[in-house]
């Protein structure tokens, strides 16, 4: 009986062992991954994180499956994500991390303050570690916002000088295709990156060149790509005037880029004005507290 007990245990452990090595192990690259890598311009059908197939690659589906159990869904933000070149399952492991630290943090300080001596609610320690892990776990997404619209910002004025290219090229008698692929050679920048890439897949795969605008649009949220699209889709169909429209819609987002700049200069300039208060209000308390102390110790009842 004994013999038949630790066969089964053997069995068991040689079953665990085996399914947490092929849990780590390299594996190939699934095929719907390498297929939508394909669709993605600028990025390599078997990247260096699927050949080496790290642990973060790997852990990835599960980790995701966590977080969406969780009630979130990463491909929310499937236009953030995509401008940011990083992956869901990345975003979803980036949103438990930062759970687990903001659960663990609490926890750890409150024990050290413990083992010195202090005594601390039970209910208060568990109250803030619920909060700070809710905290870490929506930080991610409030970063990759950040960090999408700075991406977003970015392209607009690659967009607002690269068609100052193509009216430049335009106005030399270049076609409008030759000078939008002709322009999109000028910059180095991740948005002539992005804007290049797209137009040599338009080239290789046959589509027009304001198909893949309208295409980089729904991908990327960037509504001036949709408005360019149909404008080029015009010139190309119909023969219709486009340096004029090109020109102003150029202008068009230089002045909501000089808006957007006035405005982020009067909110620094408004913030500004919290730390002076602040300091002001210091100010007068270190000017008042001596006559204060002075006015309420005359004053106060005579031993």
Partial sequence: MTLVVMAVLGAGAATGLLLCWRAVAPRPPDLDEVLG???RPGVPV???SSARASLTAR????????VEALGAD???YR???ELVGRTPERHAFDKLLGASAGLLIPNLAAAGMVSAGLALPLGGVAALSLATAGGGFVLPDLVLRDEADKRRRAFRHTLSSYLDLVNVLLAGGAGI???LHAAAEAGDGWGYRTIRAELRRARLTGQSPWDTFAQLDDRLGIHELAVL???VSLAGSHGARIRASLAAKADTLRGH???ETEAAAEAATERMTVPVAVLLFGFLVFIAYPAVIQITTVSGPQP
């Fill in 229 to 231: 699209a149909a404008s």
């Fill in 257 to 259: 880029q000089i808006a």
């Fill in 37 to 39: 890598r394909l669709a």
């Fill in 46 to 48: 078997i990247s260096s």
């Fill in 59 to 66: 852990a990835g589906p599960m980790v995701r499956r966590i």
């Fill in 79 to 81: 236009q953030e994500l």
């Fill in 177 to 179: 295709e030759t000078a």
């Fill in 74 to 76: 990463p491909n929310r």
